[in-house]
């Protein structure tokens, strides 16, 4: 079983929908989780990180955490053209020193449509 | 501005050339990375680096060195041992753990 594990889509919305991306994981010592936007060709961006269990929102975009299940999930509403983007979750545990190592999702590759 | 740089941004090789990928960052971060992405393979670790003039290998080390001379630079050396390098290579440096890691925008490389 893989540490993360992510449905790579794709995923194809008109504008304006909720779009709803999802990991889950197994293993219970990642600490931080976060999501990565990533446009064609470009680097991937730091879109929402949170570290307990719950929602985190910000604008249109909510991230949310489930430890118990090992799952986590981000939410966009009102969805736009823009927002077209691969979509990478990405979880850490501390590693040697005072560094935290990520584990990433491969990506949710999202369309929206106008 | 506050950063991670990777020169260039396309990049030719021809077979059993060596080619040298370079990422310069000035966020003051330890840590650095590299990463390679394939379509549907997500970002697979190459090699990574906690400090200066230490470094270790990644998932997929082969075919590939690394250096860390300065704490601010950590190039990525293709080397002619790596079978098939054609990919989308990704710098990053990290912080500590809630902020995650920042990435440059990448280095394309084709082997010609």
């Known amino acids: 079983q893989k540490e993360v594990e992510q449905d790579p889509g794709p995923l194809s919305v008109p504008e304006g929908a909720i779009v709803s991306l999802n990991c889950t994981y197994s293993n219970s010592a990642f600490q931080y989780f976060m999501w990565y936007r990533q446009y064609s060709r470009k680097g991937p961006e730091l879109l929402m990180y949170t570290y307990s269990s719950g929602n985190k929102e910000d604008g249109r975009f909510t991230a949310q955490v489930d430890k118990s299940s090992k799952y986590i999930s981000l939410f966009i509403r009102d969805s736009q053209p823009s927002d077209s983007a691969t979509y990478l979750c990405a979880m850490s545990v501390r590693g040697g020193g005072s560094n935290y190592k990520l584990t990433f999702g491969k990506g949710t590759l999202l369309t929206v449509n106008p | 501005d506050g950063g991670i740089t990777q020169s260039p941004k396309y990049l030719f090789r021809k077979e059993g050339q060596n080619v040298t990928l370079s990422c310069e960052q000035n966020l003051n971060h330890d840590a650095m990375y590299w990463y390679r992405q394939d379509p549907g393979q997500g970002l697979r670790l190459i090699y990574y680096s906690q400090i200066v003039n230490d470094f270790q290998k990644g998932d997929i080390a082969e075919g590939y060195s690394v250096s860390r001379e300065k704490k601010e630079s950590f190039p990525l050396t293709v080397t002619s041992a790596q079978k098939n390098p054609t990919a989308f290579y990704l710098c990053?440096?990290?912080?500590?753990?809630?902020?995650?890691?920042?990435f440059g925008s990448g280095t394309r490389l084709t082997v010609v």
């Open positions: 990053a440096s990290g912080g500590q753990g809630l902020y995650g890691y920042t």
